[in-house]
């Protein structure tokens, strides 16, 4: 038995309120869960200079990682007694950076990458140098800044 055209048209806008109300109660139910999940969006802060410590943390400690801004930069006190500062993240695939006084480097321990100490690859993965930043002691503070500030 076939039904008449006007009960296939009033179960097919049946069909269409039930779809429709589905739909906008699935976005009442996950649009909250996506908005909780997602974090918000962070300006990003310029930073110009930040302090890194007093030249006396550098006497004990011949390295340190500080924050500039986003970025992880690592402070380095030579064997000569210079400071150098370059940012602490692996040109290669973003892994952390350290200091290796044993070696003379800054060695990237995920894939052995190592950068001499101006911050050029020597060996292993890396495709580019490190970014350098400057470091300026006053009195006893130690001060990193951009590098391409005069
Ligand atoms: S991430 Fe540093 S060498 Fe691969």
Same mark, same amino acid.
């Given at each position: 038995?076939?039904?008449?055209?006007?009960? $296939?048209?009033?179960? =097919?806008?049946?069909?269409?309120?039930?779809?429709?109300?589905?739909? !906008?109660? *699935?976005?009442?139910? *996950?649009?909250?869960?996506? %908005?909780?999940?997602?974090?918000?969006?962070?300006?990003?802060? $310029?930073?110009?200079?930040?302090?890194?410590?007093?030249?006396?943390?550098?006497?004990? %400690?011949?390295?340190?990682? @500080?924050?500039?801004?986003?970025?992880? !930069?690592? @402070?380095?006190?030579?064997?000569?007694?210079?400071?150098?500062?370059y940012e602490?993240t692996?040109? +290669?695939?973003?892994?952390?950076?350290?200091?290796?006084?044993?070696?003379?480097?800054?060695?990237?321990?995920? +894939?052995?990458?190592? #950068?001499?100490?101006?911050?050029?690859?020597?060996?292993?993965?890396?495709?580019?140098? *490190?970014e350098?930043?400057?470091? !300026?002691?006053?009195?006893?503070?130690? #001060?990193?800044?951009?590098? =391409? $500030?005069?």
């Amino acid at each position: 038995m076939s039904e008449s055209p006007e009960t $296939e048209g009033k179960r =097919d806008f049946l069909k269409l309120i039930l779809g429709g109300s589905l739909t !906008v109660w *699935l976005g009442s139910v *996950l649009y909250p869960i996506f %908005a909780f999940l997602k974090p918000p969006a962070q300006p990003e802060v $310029e930073v110009s200079s930040i302090l890194a410590g007093t030249i006396q943390e550098f006497e004990e %400690a011949n390295a340190k990682i @500080v924050r500039f801004g986003r970025k992880p !930069v690592i @402070v380095v006190k030579l064997e000569t007694g210079d400071l150098r500062a370059y940012e602490a993240t692996c040109t +290669h695939l973003d892994c952390t950076v350290q200091y290796r006084r044993d070696l003379g480097v800054i060695w990237c321990a995920c +894939h052995n990458g190592k #950068y001499d100490m101006n911050g050029r690859v020597l060996s292993g993965p890396p495709p580019r140098p *490190l970014e350098q930043f400057r470091v !300026v002691q006053k009195d006893d503070d130690v #001060y990193v800044t951009r590098g =391409d $500030e005069s």
